[in-house]
T-cell receptor, first 113, second 117 residues
Framework: GENVEQHPSTLSVQEGDSAVIKCTYS??????FPWYKQELGKGPQLIID?????GEKKDQRIAVTLNKTAKHFSLHITETQPEDSAVYFC????????????FGTGTQLKVEL | NAGVTQTPKFRILKIGQSMTLQCTQD?????MYWYRQDPGMGLKLIYY???????DKGEVPNGYNVSRSTTEDFPLRLELAAPSQTSVYFC????????????????FGEGSRLTVL
């Protein structure tokens, strides 16, 4: 089955700096790569996703890049703000996989004033 | 719009007891899922359902059972609670048009924290 590794497990940045979280996956059949944000006491919420037919996708301060050859994808957050502080999860899913996402172990992002 | 609603939010069980975690969604989604979240381990899929009457095992199904009698409801049953089942449980739902195979956005409930002593 799919195995997703995520790094780092914790990340502390100063407000206004950029943050980068990296994930690798093992199953070459995976073609859908979402990122979820989980705030304290809440369920995860989708913030951005990318499919394997594109290499990069942006949404305001958030971007995701995908390298299918190397089997890795990354989340980039620019101009970080205190409200970006949360746990971020990457995930991967293959076509025809029954929507079964395999999640990474999460990154605790702390944006310090 | 309520989205995905889970009950209870907190529960303490004794070893060997049974209980059901309730989950309901009002978005008419075809897919529903149960995940458990342990510290530093991410989310692990327990069971999922692609529609009413159809369920299948995920990565960690042992010790759990599910049913999907309606589109809206997807309860998770723990028959003989064990300390290893202490965790936070999340129910989620998503919509995938038939025949596309494309994974849709998962909408999560707020979680149910279960402690087995």
């Amino acid at each position: 089955g799919e195995n997703v590794e995520q790094h780092p497990s914790t990340l502390s940045v100063q407000e206004g700096d950029s943050a980068v979280i990296k994930c690798t996956y093992s199953d070459s059949a995976s073609n859908y790569f979402p990122w979820y944000k989980q705030e304290l006491g809440k369920g995860p919420q989708l913030i951005i996703d990318i499919r394997s037919n594109v290499g990069e996708k942006k949404d305001q301060r958030i971007a995701v890049t995908l390298n299918k050859t190397a089997k890795h994808f990354s989340l980039h957050i620019t101009e970080t703000q205190p409200e970006d502080s949360a746990v971020y999860f990457c995930a991967a899913s293959p076509t025809g996989g029954g929507n079964k996402l395999t999640f990474g172990t999460g990154t605790q992002l702390k944006v310090e004033l | 719009n309520a989205g995905v609603t889970q009950t209870p939010k907190f529960r303490i069980l004794k070893i060997g007891q049974s209980m059901t975690l309730q989950c309901t969604q009002d978005m008419n989604h075809n897919y529903m899922y149960w995940y458990r979240q342990d510290p530093g381990m991410g989310l692990k899929l327990i069971y999922y359902s692609v529609g009413a009457g159809i369920t299948d095992k995920g990565e960690v199904p042992n010790g759990y059972n599910v049913s999907r009698s309606t589109t809206e409801d997807f309860p998770l049953r723990l028959e003989l609670a064990a300390p290893s089942q202490t965790s936070v449980y999340f129910c989620a739902s998503s919509y995938t048009p038939r025949g596309t195979g494309n994974t849709g956005e998962l909408f999560f409930g707020e979680g149910s924290r279960l402690t087995v002593l």
